[in-house]
């Protein structure tokens, strides 16, 4: 069964770090219903490309200065501050920032 089309609301590019790799390279594409798509598309430390895609849900949180990417089954997978530059990685338990220089890009 093939996919409506969705409208794009906004695309962003950036690096999680994480125990064992450098950093993992990502692509994140909301959507005008609240649904998006975030694509793992290298990791930095290995030496072939490892693609892997996730659904979910997401919704600003807070004042609406922050952002909640969601799995399809409700758990809260990254949270981000929004800025005017794009999105910066928080702890998913706290208001803290993973590291304030990790910037993720409007593409």
């Given amino acids: 069964m093939e996919k409506a089309p969705r409208t794009i609301v906004a695309q962003y590019h950036g690096i999680l770090l994480t125990p064992g790799y450098d950093s993992i390279v990502n692509d994140l594409t909301l959507y005008a219903n609240e649904s998006f798509d975030l694509r793992q598309v290298d990791?930095?430390?290995?030496?072939?490309?490892?693609?892997?895609?996730?659904?979910?849900?997401y919704t600003y949180l807070a004042d609406s200065s922050r952002i909640g990417l969601y799995s399809m089954d409700g758990y809260l997978m990254l949270q981000f501050l929004i800025t005017e530059d794009?999105?910066?990685?928080?702890?998913?338990?706290?208001?803290?920032?993973?590291?304030?220089s990790i910037l993720w890009k409007k593409k």
């Fill in 86 to 100: 794009g999105l910066t990685p928080m702890m998913l338990d706290s208001d803290e920032l993973i590291d304030s």
């Fill in 43 to 57: 990791r930095l430390a290995e030496h072939h490309l490892n693609e892997k895609d996730h659904e979910g849900i």
